[in-house]
């Protein structure tokens, strides 16, 4: 059976330090990867999305960065992290296909807590 | 531009009780549909979806949702609300042949005893 794994599962950093958020998957080949983030009584904003190693789609301009170095593993990253940055970061799989661009369902990790001070 | 619209905030319901949420989405065309269920601190679970077929979709613990495309809605329900259910509810939206899936902002649900 597939497994999504995100860590950490919390993280404090203060203002101006670098961010490395991972996101490994199990069970499954090529899949399509997802990064969201969720603040505090919001919805879901999509960030970045992944159909392949080295293909990274952003979705919204911010000091954000993802990088997809192997197959099942998707990393968020951020030079210098600010306070809006704070908030929960759900990493997410779909089965991915050969043509790229179908929606599937969406897994989800359990997510990392992430605080900027 | 698609959109979702969870018009309650939170919602607090009588354990026992039947539960409806509301979800309405804006596209031009029909979507995929999705219910996930939020813990609290943790990612989210898919309760069900509807790509197409039979309107009325059957989902896990006991969840349900109706695709009515008159009123662009896909509101979930359940008979009989168990306190384990108090969470927070997302319905998604995901145009065929696209990788966005777009989130509303949330039902929280309150359980009383």
């Known amino acids: 059976s597939q497994t999504i794994h995100q860590w950490p599962a919390t993280l404090v950093q203060p203002v101006g330090s670098p961010l490395s958020l991972e996101c490994t998957v199990e069970?499954?080949?090529?899949?399509?990867l997802y990064w969201y983030r969720q603040a505090a009584g919001r919805g879901l904003q999509l960030l970045f999305y992944?159909?392949?190693?080295?293909?990274i789609s952003s979705e919204v301009p911010q000091n954000l960065s993802a990088s997809r170095p192997q197959d099942r593993q998707f990393i968020l990253s951020s030079k210098k992290l600010l306070l809006s940055d704070s908030g929960f970061y759900l990493c997410?799989?779909?089965?991915?296909?050969?043509?790229?661009?179908?929606?599937?369902?969406?897994?989800f990790g359990p997510g990392t807590r992430l605080l900027v001070l | 531009a698609q959109s979702v619209t969870q018009p309650d905030i939170h919602i607090t319901v009588s354990e026992g009780a039947s539960l409806e949420l509301r979800c309405n989405y804006s596209?031009?065309?029909?979507?995929?549909l999705f219910w996930y269920v939020q813990s609290p601190g943790q990612g989210l679970q898919l309760l069900l979806k509807?790509?197409?077929?039979?309107?009325l979709v059957q989902g896990i613990k006991g969840f349900e949702a109706e695709f009515k495309r008159s009123q662009s809605s896909f509101n979930l329900r359940k008979p009989s609300v168990h306190w384990s259910d108090a969470a927070e509810y997302f319905c998604?939206?995901?145009?065929?042949?696209?990788?966005?899936?777009?989130f509303g902002a949330g039902t929280r649900l309150f359980v009383k005893a």
């Open positions: 509807y790509f197409s077929g039979d309107t």
């Open positions: 069970g499954t080949s090529n899949p399509n």
């Open positions: 997410a799989w779909s089965v991915g296909t050969s043509g790229g661009g179908l929606t599937e369902t969406q897994y």
């Open positions: 998604a939206v995901a145009p065929g042949g696209g990788f966005k899936t777009i």
């Open positions: 596209y031009g065309a029909t979507p995929y």
């Open positions: 992944s159909v392949g190693i080295g293909q």
